[in-house]
């Protein structure tokens, strides 16, 4: 039993290794190879030479691990794949992990904690409990998944902050003379955040030759904000209506605007009773001790 427990941690640990070389060192020294692809164009070379002067992580390791996740990747539910998915467009790490990535990275330190509970069990000459070691799997498989997702709520939040912002940009820009496409230009180079970035390969999509409604949907998609959705969806039907763009981003602006204070007044109206049990457990005894305490060491001296 033993023997299996540290084979399995030996593989998961290399597999976790690669896993971290496959996102953060790979990228370059595959550029490093392009350039070097480049530079030896002219030159003629044998193609059984070419694939042996690669190194061995190359040839061997990065096939095999390739097909392990995919393999693993191909066994999850498409509804958890698609869920996954649009977790990664929401929190713009598409372009920087896949699914089957994440998938990897679950599995393996779902093991690993497993293994180190089982051994500092061991260590401590306690006696080994399967219940503890499985949370521990748990805890594992799911940190991934759940840091996915406080990444991509908190890339919604400020998206949805900047929407209002981004609106009164447009409106100005527009009124002022320019086209609804160079709006959005001169907008991304005013604005910084995610929502800029969202605009700016938005309009890289429609100057490939993307229609403006389809690709302005596939940001809604991607991003999964109300507010956003909101105004695309407003934008396009003034668009098939023949309304003035000017006008609907006017309404837009201060329906936007006056959403965003509706929201920070309802976050202010939460306060009283969020700061009801830090008083009660913190502040109120502290007071009680100050107060009462003279009175009540007095009374212990009087009797």
């Given at each position: ?5 540290y084979?399995?941690?030996?593989l998961?640990?290399?597999?976790l290794?690669?896993?971290f070389?496959d996102?953060?060192?790979r990228?370059?020294?595959v550029?490093?190879e392009?350039l070097d692809?480049v530079?030896e ?12 002067r690669?190194?061995?992580?190359i ?10 996740i ?10 958890i ?5 649009n ?5 713009g790490a ?12 679950q599995?393996?330190?779902?093991i ?8 500092l ?12 070691i499985?949370?521990a799997g748990?805890?594992g ?7 996915l ?11 949805q ?7 009164d940009l ?9 086209s ?5 230009y001169r907008?991304t ?5 995610p929502?800029s970035?969202e605009?700016?390969f938005t309009?890289?999509e429609?100057?490939k030759?993307r229609e403006r409604?389809?690709a ?8 999964q904000?109300?507010?956003?959705a909101?105004f695309?969806?407003?934008i ?6 023949g309304s ?9 602006a ?7 204070r509706?929201?920070a ?9 969020k700061?009801l ?21 007095n009374?212990?001296a009087?009797f």
């Open positions: 039993m033993e023997l299996i427990v084979g399995s941690l030996f998961t640990s290399s597999l290794f690669y896993l070389y996102l953060l060192i990228p370059k020294q550029m490093r392009r692809n530079k164009m002219a030159d003629i070379r044998d193609v059984f030479e070419d694939g042996m690669e190194s061995f992580v040839r061997v390791i990065n096939p095999a691990y390739e097909r392990m995919r393999s693993l990747g191909n066994l999850a539910p498409s509804t794949k698609d869920r996954y998915e977790l990664l467009n929401s929190s598409k372009d920087k992990m896949k699914f089957n990535n994440i998938l990897a990275m599995v393996m330190l779902g690993i904690l497993s293994f180190l509970v089982h051994y069990m061991k260590a401590s000459s306690s006696p080994s409990n399967s219940l503890y499985f949370l748990v805890v498989f799911l940190l991934p998944y759940y840091l997702l406080s990444a991509s709520e908190k890339r919604k939040q400020e998206i902050y900047a929407v209002p912002s981004m609106l447009l409106y100005v820009s527009v009124e002022a003379g320019l609804f496409d160079m709006a959005i907008t180079d005013k604005m910084k955040g929502l970035d605009l700016r309009m890289n429609m100057s030759g409604s389809e302005l949907r596939e940001m809604v998609k991607r991003t904000v109300e507010d956003l909101t695309v969806t407003s396009i039907q003034a668009e098939e209506m003035n763009i000017g006008n609907v981003l006017r309404v837009q201060n329906t936007m605007r006056l959403n965003k509706q929201r007044e309802a976050k202010a109206a939460k306060i009283p009773t700061m049990f830090p008083l009660v457990f913190f502040m109120f005894p502290a007071l009680f001790v100050v107060i009462l305490g003279p009175a009540i060491i009374i212990m009087s």
